[in-house]
């Protein structure tokens, strides 16, 4: 068997891995919508928003299917097309500006979040975050700024941008190409044993798991490492790094 090459980039996952799993559904997000929209529109709330709820069940369906990409935008667009109102797009935009404000106070990174993203800095290597998300760059880019880990990622990719989601080859290929390294020196650090860890593996990077209890277990999966903390990561890149 061919040795792998010493470890020269980390990539992680972002929910999850790098911050504490939210569990906030798009659900508020629609009833607000609903409300808005049946003022306007002669219609009942409910019937509004058993619409709008078929149009994102749509779009999990497709994901699930071919790993597509898709944005909050596209979802919204998709919903403003469903409801065949003129004034659906302004007001499903102010919902999703409204979804979108109520992570934040839920968006917390853990606590070895930001000296564990250092650390990698200072051993030299590249670090690197890809994020399955229909969140608009920006808010990511905000919570990362606000608790200094922005200075520590070298490329930051979010599916919203992108053709395709983890745990498509794409995806992963995306970020790799943004940090300039080859699969065999990647390592990428996620919550999910099926878009994080098998995805990642099947491009040829190895995988540590970090274990979620709010995420069901995926048969069949076998992570490289598997980690409780984030600090528990750099003894085995280390372990990795060596020649």
């Given amino acids: 068997m061919t040795a792998r090459p010493p470890v020269r980039a980390v990539i992680f996952d972002w929910g999850g891995t790098l911050s504490h799993y939210a569990n906030i559904e798009l659900i508020d997000m629609w009833r607000l919508a609903a409300d808005h929209l049946a003022a306007h529109s002669g219609r009942s709330a409910e019937e509004i928003l058993a619409r709008l709820v078929h149009v994102e069940e749509r779009m999990w369906v497709r994901t699930s299917t071919d790993a597509r990409a898709a944005s909050l935008s596209d979802l919204l667009r998709e919903a403003t097309s469903e409801l065949g109102l003129d004034v659906a797009e302004a007001i499903l935009e102010e919902a999703g500006t409204h979804y979108l404000d109520t992570w934040t106070p839920h968006i917390r990174h853990f606590d070895d979040a930001r000296s564990t993203l250092a650390a990698l800095h200072e051993r030299g290597l590249r670090v690197g975050l890809l994020s399955n998300t229909h969140w608009p760059p920006a808010y990511h880019e905000h919570f990362l700024e ?22 498509h080859p794409e995806a992963f290929r995306t970020a790799l190409d943004a940090l300039g390294v080859e699969a065999a020196a990647a390592v990428y650090v996620g919550d999910r044993l099926f878009d994080d860890v098998q995805g990642a593996q099947r491009v040829g990077m190895r995988a540590v798991h970090r274990p979620n209890p709010a ?24 372990g990795w790094g060596e020649r």
């Fill in 146 to 167: 606000r608790d200094g880990l922005a200075p520590y990622i070298d490329a930051r990719c979010y599916t919203s941008e992108m053709t395709y989601m983890k745990p």
């Fill in 215 to 238: 995420i069901p277990s995926h048969e069949g999966v076998t992570p490289d490492a598997t980690i409780e903390t984030l600090a528990d990561l750099l003894p085995v890149v280390d």
